[in-house]
C-alpha cells in the first residue's frame, strides 16, 4: 500500500485532450470550487482518504434487525468489514500486532489522521468550521481516485500495492451506505404468535440500485487494466530513445499531445499490431465505453435528484433571455419546429470551453423559465388570468426547449466538463448518499474515459504506421516499374 498521503498542494493530473472525461473543472475550464483549489476534475480537496469503522460483535444474527441494520445483512452485500472482493477486514487493521505482515504501523497510523481528518470535516482546528460530511467524503474519494490513478498514463496493469490501496479505503468509505436505510410498513410475528405491526429498514433505493452496479463497473475496469500484461505495443517516455529508429516520428503522428509533452507515447512495431492483438484492443475499448457510458448514466441521474442550491438560484438573471442572448432567443421563440442541432450547427462553438459557456448559460435560463412558468398571481382580473396562462405557455415551451438544447449539447461534446450548477450541487450537497454515489461514479466515469482514449492512441498510431507503410510499398512498387 502506497503509505504517502494525499497532499493538499493541486496534483494535475495532465490528461490531454483525448484522455479525461474526468477533468470536468480542469483548468483549462476553469470550474473549481469557490475557495478551494482544484485537482483537475474535482469541485473541493480533501487530504482524506479511508476510514475505519468497528463493528459491533455481540449482536446476533438471530436478533430481529433493529434501526440501522447494516444494509449487507439486508440485501447480501459484503459485510462493512469484509467485501465481495475478499479484502481484509477493517478490524483487523485496528488490531494491529507486531509482526503483522498485511499492514505496518505507519499505514495504521495514516489511516487514523485521515479517519480524524474525516471527522473533522477537514477543519484541523477543531471548531466546527469543516465541511459537511457529504463534502468531506466526496472529496475523500475524489483525493484517493487522485492519489491511486493520478499519475497513470498507460495502458498496463495496476500495481498490487496501488490496487490494494484502492480497494482497502474504497470498502472502509463505501461502508457508510450500509447504514443509510428507509422505514417501510412490516409486521413482525412473536414466539406467542402474536403479529405485531412495525417499520422495518431497507437499503435507501437509490444506493440498492446503483452502488452494486458501480462496485462492479469498478472490478471489470480493474480487470481491463490487469489484462495488459504482454502487449505487442510499448510506450517511450519523453526524452528517451526508442529501440525502433521508426518510433522517432511518433511524436509527429499523435499531434493531439503536442501540448502534453511529458506524456509517454505509445509506440508499436514497424509492421504494425497483429490482427488478434487489433481485435483484442477493439473488444477492450467497447468494452470500457460500455462502462463509461453506464457510470456518466448513473452520474447524471444522482445529479439530476441533488437540490437546486439556492445560492444558485439567486444568481439566475432575470430574464431568460438575458442568460441564452438575443441570437439564441429568437431561435428558440420563432423558428418551428425547433431542432437544437441546426442552432447548435449556426453557433460558432470552437472549443469545449465554448461549449462549457453556452451549456452554463442555457441551464441558467431554462431555470429562470421553470420558476416563471410555476409562480402564480392573486390578481382574479380575466384578462391578467388570459396573460398569465399565455406567459406561463411560453415560458414552459421555453425551458423544454432549452432542456432538449441542453441535452443535445451534452451529447455531443460527451467530454464536457461540469455545469456552474453540477459544481454547486456537489459543493452545497449535504445528503451523504448521493455524495458517494455521484463522487464514486464520477472517478470511475473518468478512468473509463481515460482507458478508452489510451486504447484509440494505441490505435491510432498503429493506422498510421500501417499507412505509412503502404504508402512506403506503393511507392517501391513504382521504382520498380520504371
Not at 91 to 100: E, F, I, N, R, V
Not at 126 to 131: R, S
Not at 230 to 250: D, I, L
Amino acid at each position: 500500500m502506497d503509505s504517502s498521503s494525499v497532499s493538499d498542494d493541486n496534483s494535475e493530473l495532465d490528461f490531454h485532450p483525448s484522455s479525461d472525461r474526468l477533468t470536468r473543472s480542469n483548468t483549462d475550464m476553469g470550474c473549481s470550487t469557490p475557495g478551494c483549489n482544484s485537482i483537475d476534475y474535482s469541485r473541493t480537496i480533501s487530504t482524506v482518504s479511508t476510514y475505519s469503522e468497528v463493528n459491533d460483535e455481540n449482536s446476533s444474527p438471530y436478533d430481529p434487525p433493529p434501526v440501522g441494520w447494516p444494509i449487507s445483512k439486508l440485501v447480501g452485500r459484503a459485510s462493512p468489514d469484509l467485501s465481495k472482493h475478499g479484502r481484509k477486514k477493517t478490524d483487523d487493521m485496528l488490531d494491529w500486532k507486531p509482526g503483522s505482515q498485511d499492514i505496518s504501523l505507519s499505514e495504521l497510523e495514516m489511516m487514523k489522521e485521515k479517519f480524524s481528518k474525516l471527522l473533522l470535516g477537514e477543519d484541523m482546528s477543531g471548531g466546527g468550521k469543516g465541511v459537511c460530511s457529504a463534502v468531506a467524503l466526496s472529496n475523500a474519494i475524489t483525493n484517493l481516485y487522485a492519489t491511486v490513478f493520478g499519475h497513470f498514463y498507460k495502458l498496463e496493469p495496476v500495481s498490487p500495492e496501488k490496487k490494494n490501496m484502492w480497494r482497502r479505503e474504497m470498502d472502509c468509505l463505501l461502508s457508510v451506505c450500509d447504514y443509510i436505510v428507509e422505514f417501510f410498513p412490516s409486521s413482525q410475528t412473536l414466539p406467542d404468535g402474536t403479529t405485531l405491526d412495525i417499520m422495518a429498514t431497507r437499503p435507501r433505493s437509490d444506493i440498492y440500485l446503483n452502488l452494486p452496479a458501480l462496485e462492479k463497473l469498478d472490478a471489470m475496469l480493474l480487470d481491463i487494466l490487469n489484462s495488459f500484461k504482454k502487449t505487442e505495443f510499448w510506450y517511450v517516455e519523453e526524452g528517451k530513445q526508442s529501440p525502433s529508429a521508426s518510433s522517432r516520428s511518433f511524436r509527429r503522428v499523435v499531434q493531439r499531445k503536442d501540448e502534453k509533452w511529458w506524456l509517454p507515447v505509445p509506440c508499436v512495431p514497424d509492421s504494425g499490431l497483429s490482427e488478434e492483438a487489433q481485435r483484442a484492443l477493439q473488444k477492450r475499448r467497447d468494452c470500457a465505453n460500455q462502462i463509461h457510458k453506464a457510470a456518466m448514466a448513473i452520474n447524471n441521474s444522482i445529479l439530476a435528484e441533488m437540490e437546486v442550491p439556492e445560492s444558485y438560484m439567486a444568481s439566475l438573471p432575470k430574464s431568460g433571455r438575458l442568460g441564452v442572448g438575443d441570437s439564441i432567443y429568437r431561435y428558440m421563440s420563432t423558428i418551428e419546429p425547433f431542432s437544437p442541432d441546426h442552432l447548435l450547427d449556426g453557433l460558432n462553438i470552437s472549443s469545449e470551453h465554448d461549449a462549457l459557456e453556452i451549456a452554463d448559460r442555457v441551464e441558467a435560463s431554462m431555470h429562470v423559465w421553470w420558476r416563471k412558468a410555476s409562480m402564480h398571481t392573486s390578481k382574479s382580473s380575466w384578462d391578467m388570468v388570459k396573460d398569465l396562462v399565455a406567459d406561463e405557455n411560453k415560458n414552459q415551451i421555453l425551458a423544454s426547449k432549452a432542456e432538449t438544447l441542453l441535452l443535445c449539447l451534452k451529447q455531443r461534446y460527451p467530454g464536457l466538463s461540469q455545469t456552474t450548477l453540477d459544481t454547486s450541487k456537489i459543493q452545497y450537497n449535504k445528503d451523504v448518499g448521493q455524495a458517494i454515489l455521484e463522487s464514486y461514479s464520477r472517478v470511475l466515469e473518468g478512468l473509463a474515459f481515460n482507458i478508452v482514449a489510451w486504447i484509440d492512441d494505441v490505435l491510432f498510431v498503429d493506422a498510421s504506421v500501417r499507412k505509412r507503410l503502404r504508402a512506403t510499398q506503393q511507392r517501391s512498387q513504382k521504382e520498380s516499374l520504371l
